[in-house]
Each structure stands twice: as structure tokens, then as C-alpha cells.
């Protein structure tokens, strides 16, 4: 069996080949991508592969591709379906979301950060699913001894969304914010978490619902920012049959699926204040009202809501509800952006090393001392996701185990992020005082990893400029803790 068999297979169904491949080229790292025209070509790769994930076109010859899924969900249900579409559909999508059992809706253009992150997210949903049916299963034969086996289970994926997986040095800036978290977590109280995108806000949400009361309930997930304002209210609230054109039948949004457990609302900065009303209502009363429904559902569920957005300077500028942002902020932690956070760097590349090696069968690759340095140096303005990024491509450009610097991108090793990011940590290597010999050290230090960084890491080629030899260099390297 190769490395590809055992990705989850993702499958993309597009009449236009480069559509297909720009998604291809956005999930191959991560997943085994198959392609297919029309439905005709997909239904065989649906009869022959075992396909976590369908990403279909809204807009297909012969068919829309929410009548397609609608097909999919009756023949192969355990495939979680995502359509991708423009603006212009989203009603024909909302009235089909019941029927096909949509778990996501993607707008074009889709953006490839945000389409990873939803195809990632409803692979692991899928897994979740299917050991859910199973625990339920062993669960209603009512055996001690499957009923022990069931807790174990559901204590393993406990152990796997705990804080002391979110990777970190010790003494890191986020032990206050986990610890702070770990004790929230054991309240029903409504939490705001803050911080840049790629910085981990998700991660920490699922840390807390599964270290809560709520654990053996579901955790849903919905991107505010990613739809429009009428299919999220669908999405989260649900509607009834006949609420609009097209609703056929009911629709159970995904508070009433979260039902004793907990909804993670990414992105709330982005939504307008006619949905901010309506989200409010929800959240105060503990019910909701269904789109064209009569009657209100109570519902028992705690929100976690997270957003890169300065909430407080949004309710100054009226762009954000006051009444809203103190419901949603009964505690509100701010995860550090990376830079803020430069130790963590080392050990979060290194897990990220393992995963992403053994994602494309090379967990044996290691990082040298002068791509591990050229990382530090760097300022990631979209943290952890670009780190993953940066590593994957550095592993797929090295034919070597031991990564050196020059597999990075020039983003990384002589961005202007990257740069001021370098050029400032070797500024604090300049004493303020001192003799001489020590100030003249200094300088020469920062010269070296300056043109270290310019020329990639490329002993030979700093060398050569520097006026040294190879051995003498590595010497000065090793000198001033350049490379170990």
C-alpha cells in the first residue's frame, strides 16, 4: 500500500480542469485528491474508493450539483458533501441543504487557507462520525463489557484534544491562556477568544469543550465570515419546510444539532448587525426559532465564539452590537500571534516536521541548525498556518533528509517580514556598552547572519562573499551560536 492509499481521499467534481487543479494543488499535501467531470465519472470513483470528502460545483452539465449530493447522501451517506458555488445560487443551496445534507457551502472565489481548513475539518468530522456510530452501537447492546470499552474510546478522544496537545516551549506566553482556559472550561460560561488568524483560536475551543461537562456532546463548527447572512442563519437556526422556494422539507440547524454540547462561531466580527439581532434573541432566550417556523425550539448549548477582529473598537465604531459582544464575552482570552511567542517556534516546527512528513512518507527528515535558525528569524504573519505551509513545501523540495535554509521560500529567508524580523533579533545582540573586542563581536555577527539569510544559507556561496573559507566560516558559525 503507498503513502497516497492512506490519506483521506478527497473528491473534486469541476468540468473545468483548472478549477480542479487549483483545488488539487491546495489539498494534495494533506489528502489523496481524485477528479471527475460530471457526475457520471464521479459515481464511478464513488463506487470504487472509499471517498471521505466530495467537493462538487454548484454549476454541471445535466445537473446542479445539489441535486448530484442529494444523490450522494442516499447511496454513499457517509461522505461528508461541500458544494462551491457563486452568490447568485445560494437559494437553490439553502432549499437543497436539507435534502443533500450539505455540511459546508464555499463561495467563489474560495480562498485556499479557508478551503483547506473546511476540507481538513470535515474529514476529522467525518472519523468523529463513524466512531460515534460505532460507540452508539456498542452503547445500545448494553454489555459491561462494551459499555467499558465505549468510556475508553471516548476517553482516547478526550486525550487527544487536551490542552497539553497544543503545542508549546516551556514557559510559553500560552500556559497562562491554557491554564486560563482549563478553568474556564469546567463552567457553562460564554467565551471570546481573540487573536490573529492561523494563531490556533479553533484548537483552543475544542481543547475546551472537551475538558467540560459537554464533552460526550457534539462540537460544530461555522466560519461567520465564509457565507451569506441568509444561509447562516439557515445553517445555524435551521428553517421549515416552505419557508422560501425550494425548502421541501425541514432543515435542523446547527444549534439544535449541538444540542448539550457546544457551537464555535469563527469570524463573529464578520457578521452584520441584522444577524447580530436574531443571534442575540438565540442566545437569550436559549431557543431558537427556525426560518418560517411558528414556534420556538429550546435549545441547551454553549457558544464559543472567536474573531482576529478588535471587538470593543467595533461596538465604538457601531459595526458591532454592544448588548451582543458582553453576552458572547463572559470570558474572553487572546491567543498570542507567533511572533510574540518566538520560543514556540522551535517545537511547534518540529511536531509539524513529524506530521507533515509522515502526511508524504518522510518521517525520517530532520531540520538543520541553519533552517531551524532561519525560521526563528522569521516574523509569520500567518502563523502556525504558514509555518505547516513553509515546512510542507521545504519537505517536498528536499531531496535530503536534513533540511537546510535554501529549501525555504524567499518569503521566508528575505521577505521584509521575515527581515525586520532578523534584523531586529540581531540588533539586540549590540551591547550598549562594553569593550571594544565585544562591541566589534557583535557587529560581526550580525554581518554573518545577514549574509547568511541573503544567500539562503549557503555556506559556500557567504563564504566566498565573506572572504573566508568553508571551515573558517562554520568556525565563526559556531563562534557566535549560529549553528550548533
Given at each position: ?9 478527497v ?18 499535501e494533506?489528502f489523496?485528491?481524485l ?44 461522505t ?32 485556499p ?19 460515534m456510530?460505532?460507540?452508539d ?25 487536551d ?33 490573529e ?7 483552543l ?13 457534539a ?6 465570515a ?25 432543515h435542523v ?16 466580527g ?19 426559532r427556525?426560518?418560517g ?7 441547551d ?18 459595526l ?46 530532520a ?24 515546512i ?58 545577514e549574509t ?19 571551515v573558517g ?12
Open positions: 500500500m503507498s503513502t497516497v492509499d492512506l490519506l483521506p481521499r473528491l473534486v467534481v469541476d468540468d473545468e480542469v483548472r478549477s480542479q487543479d487549483a483545488i488539487r494543488r491546495t489539498l494534495d494533506e489523496a485528491v477528479t471527475a467531470s460530471n457526475a457520471d465519472e464521479a459515481r464511478q470513483q464513488l463506487e470504487r474508493f472509499d471517498i471521505s470528502v466530495i467537493l462538487c460545483d454548484q454549476r454541471m452539465p445535466g445537473q446542479t450539483g445539489v441535486v448530484f449530493l442529494k444523490e450522494v447522501r442516499e447511496r454513499w451517506p457517509d461528508v458533501r461541500i458544494v462551491i458555488s457563486g452568490y447568485t445560487d445560494s437559494e437553490d443551496i439553502i432549499a437543497g441543504i436539507n435534502d443533500a445534507g450539505i455540511y459546508q457551502y464555499l463561495l467563489k472565489p474560495w480562498v487557507d479557508h478551503l483547506l481548513g473546511t476540507v481538513r475539518t470535515a474529514a476529522e468530522a467525518q472519523t468523529l462520525q463513524r466512531s456510530n460505532r460507540l452501537v456498542e452503547l445500545r447492546t448494553s454489555t459491561p463489557v462494551l459499555r467499558q470499552r465505549a468510556a475508553h474510546k471516548l476517553e482516547r478522544a478526550r486525550r487527544v484534544f490542552f497539553d496537545r497544543i503545542e508549546r516551549a516551556p514557559g510559553s506566553p500560552l500556559d497562562a491562556v491554557c491554564e486560563m482556559a482549563a478553568r474556564v472550561a469546567r463552567y457553562d460560561l460564554s467565551v471570546l477568544v481573540l487573536g488568524s492561523g494563531t490556533g483560536k479553533e484548537l475551543a475544542r481543547a475546551m469543550h472537551y475538558a467540560s461537562p459537554r464533552a460526550s456532546g462540537f460544530v463548527v461555522e466560519n461567520c465564509a457565507i451569506t447572512d441568509s444561509l447562516l442563519e439557515s445553517e445555524l437556526f435551521g428553517h421549515k419546510r416552505g419557508a422560501f422556494t425550494g425548502a421541501y422539507e425541514d440547524g446547527l444549534f439544535q444539532r449541538a444540542h448539550n454540547g457546544t457551537v464555535f462561531l469563527d469570524e463573529i464578520e457578521t452584520s448587525p441584522a444577524f447580530q439581532v436574531r443571534l442575540l434573541r438565540v442566545l437569550q432566550e436559549g431557543e431558537v427556525p426560518v417556523a411558528a414556534r420556538a425550539v429550546p435549545v448549548v454553549r457558544v464559543i465564539a472567536a474573531t482576529h477582529r478588535d471587538l470593543e473598537q467595533r461596538v465604538h465604531e457601531g458591532f452590537r454592544e448588548d451582543l459582544y458582553y453576552r458572547i464575552a463572559g470570558v474572553s482570552l487572546t491567543v498570542p500571534p507567533l511572533r510574540e511567542r518566538p520560543g514556540d517556534i522551535g517545537p511547534i516546527a518540529q511536531r509539524l516536521l513529524g506530521e507533515v512528513g509522515g502526511e508524504l512518507g518522510r518521517s525520517c527528515v531540520l538543520s541548525d541553519g533552517a531551524m535558525a532561519c525560521l526563528m528569524s522569521h516574523s509569520w504573519p500567518g502563523n502556525v498556518r504558514e509555518l505547516r505551509n513553509e510542507a513545501r521545504a519537505i517536498a523540495l528536499s531531496d535530503a533528509d536534513l533540511i537546510e535554509a535554501q529549501a525555504f521560500s524567499t518569503r521566508v529567508l528575505q521577505g521584509q517580514a521575515g527581515r525586520s524580523a532578523a534584523l531586529a533579533g540581531q540588533a539586540t545582540l549590540l551591547p550598549a556598552s562594553g569593550t571594544l573586542g565585544e562591541r566589534l563581536d557583535a557587529i560581526e555577527a550580525m554581518v554573518l547572519r547568511l539569510l541573503r544567500h539562503r544559507w549557503n555556506k559556500t556561496r557567504a563564504a566566498k562573499e565573506l572572504g573566508l573559507s568553508r566560516l562554520r568556525g565563526k558559525m559556531q563562534r557566535f551560536g549560529l549553528e550548533g
